[in-house]
T-cell receptor, first 115, second 113 residues
Framework: AQSVTQLDSHVSVSEGTPVLLRCNYS??????LFWYVQHPNKGLQLLLK??????LVKGINGFEAEFKKSETSFHLTKPSAHMSDAAEYFC?????????????FGQGTELSVKP | EAGVTQFPSHSVIEKGQTVTLRCDPI?????LYWYRRVMGKEIKFLLH????????ESGMPNNRFLAERTGGTYSTLKVQPAELEDSGVYFC???????????FGSGTRLTVV
């Protein structure tokens, strides 16, 4: 069975400082992993995805994530937070291709950015 | 291209009433998915359509929920009768390929009082 755990329900950083949102996954297979973001009253937007190519994945808005199989982690980072990064972030694992479209979401991490 | 559109954005109904949520996927996307997030919980899968057929409805909580996708275009999710625990945000997503390239809608926030 597949699962994903986001280790922090809320993270607060100051503008201009680094962001680290932690995610651990469990999967019997080599998974596809995603990070989505949801700004207030907006839809879920894909930040980046890992699909067994490069382990360091670059996404939109300066975010990146590193797939570490030995640690079963897929942490999301950004070198310098911006006020517009304040949102809720979801780590997501996908079943292997052709096994259905069901995404499995983590519990979400609320990111606050202080001026 | 137009995104995934969900109607209404908010709905407040009384326990025992019926509510119908609608999702318009991106044109040409055969795959349509419903997810929901109840208060304090993670977003969970409800079901998956391929065109007008239900591919996977393993996440539907009970028989008070009925999803349809007549003609393989838009989809509706009806809750009848609504219960307090149905409150949450219902998301719809569509994709061209199964399991890839999801685009999510903004969600419908349902409050049952």
């Amino acid at each position: 069975a597949q699962s994903v755990t986001q280790l922090d329900s809320h993270v607060s950083v100051s503008e201009g400082t680094p962001v680290l949102l932690r995610c651990n996954y469990s999967s019997s297979y080599s998974p596809s992993l995603f990070w989505y973001v949801q700004h207030p009253n907006k839809g879920l937007q894909l930040l980046l995805k890992y699909t067994s190519a490069a382990t360091l994945v670059k996404g939109i808005n300066g975010f990146e994530a590193e797939f570490k199989k030995s640690e079963t982690s897929f942490h999301l980072t950004k070198p310098s937070a911006h006020m517009s990064d304040a949102a809720e972030y979801f780590c997501v694992v996908s079943p292997i291709y052709n096994q259905g479209g069901k995404l499995i979401f983590g519990q979400g991490t609320e990111l606050s950015v202080k001026p | 291209e137009a995104g995934v559109t969900q109607f209404p954005s908010h709905s407040v109904i009384e326990k025992g009433q019926t509510v119908t949520l609608r999702c318009d996927p991106i044109s040409g996307h055969d795959n349509l998915y419903w997810y929901r997030r109840v208060m304090g919980k993670e977003i969970k899968f409800l079901l998956h359509f391929v065109k007008e057929s239900k591919q996977d409805e393993s996440g539907m909580p009970n028989n008070r929920f009925l999803a349809e996708r007549t003609g393989g275009t838009y989809s509706t999710l009806k809750v009848q009768p609504a219960e307090l625990e149905d409150s949450g945000v219902y998301f719809c997503a569509s994709s061209q390929l199964e399991g890839f390239g999801y685009t999510f809608g903004s969600g419908t926030r349902l409050t049952v009082v």
